[in-house]
Nanobody, 126 residues
């Protein structure tokens, strides 16, 4: 059973930066996707960024391209989401998720992910 724990959320002013972390444990497969999603009340969960492993290819939603960066520290088994130039529209609960399907899966579709963290709140004030 894979266990994912997010951290790093908080309150930031518009234009500021935060770095989210997703620590994983219990993984038994060699190919997977890690995705960051976000959700606000009353709306569907939205893809933010994803990374395929071991290909190391990254993918971003248009709304965050050029501002957010996803990366993985293999030695720490942790995936990061660096969020710069934040906007009030970035306010949401951010979730980390993992999909054991790897390159065969749609990295953008939350329904394909097998494991989820509990989420961390990010609030961007104007």
């Amino acid at each position: 059973q894979v266990h994912l724990v997010e951290s790093g959320g908080g309150l930031v002013q518009a234009g500021g930066s935060l770095r989210l972390s997703c620590a994983a444990s219990g993984r038994t497969y060699r190919n997977w996707n890690t995705g960051w999603f976000r959700q606000v009340p009353g709306k569907e969960r939205e893809f933010v960024a994803g990374i395929r492993w071991p290909q190391r290819t990254t993918h971003y939603a248009d709304s965050v391209k050029g501002r957010f960066t996803i990366s993985r520290a293999a030695a720490e088994n942790t995936v990061y989401l660096q969020m710069n130039s934040q906007k009030p529209d970035d306010t949401a609960v951010y979730y980390c998720a993992e999909d054991a399907g790897g390159i065969l899966s749609s990295i953008w579709n939350h329904a394909t992910y097998d494991y989820w963290g509990r989420g961390t709140q990010v609030t961007v004030s104007s």
